[in-house]
C-alpha cells in the first residue's frame, strides 16, 4: 500500500452536501478496493489565478489515502468522468510523508552495536 492525495477542484454551483456526496463515493471506492481513507479537507471556495472551462471560482477538497495504485488509478478514472469536477489531480507521496519506512529505519539505526 501506498500514501496518496487526491485534490479535486469542484465547480462552485454545487451545493455543500452534493460535494460532500461525491467525496463520499471517493472515499467508498478506495475502501472498497483494499484502500484505507485518510483525512479530507474542504479548503472552500477559492478564486483561480486564470479561467478554467469557463469558471472564475472552485470548491478545493484534498483527500488522503493509503491504497494501491489500481485503487488509484480507479479513483482517477471516476473523477475525469464527473462532469461536476473541474480538475483533479492523483499524486503518490513519498514513503517518508507516510510515514512508515522511516521509522524503521530510525529504529535500525539507533539500536547499539554489540562490543
Known sequence: ?????????FDVDLEE?????????VLETVKSRGGT????NHWGRRTFAYEMKHRTEGYYVLIEATAEPEAMAEVHRMLALEDAV????VIRQPEQVGGRKARG???????PEAS
Open 1 to 9: 500500500m501506498r500514501p496518496y492525495e487526491v485534490m479535486v477542484i
Open 17 to 25: 452536501g452534493d460535494i460532500r456526496e461525491r467525496v463520499d463515493r
Open 37 to 40: 481513507p485518510g483525512a479530507v
Open 86 to 89: 473541474l480538475r483533479h489531480k
Open 105 to 111: 529505519r530510525q529504529a535500525r539505526a539507533v539500536e
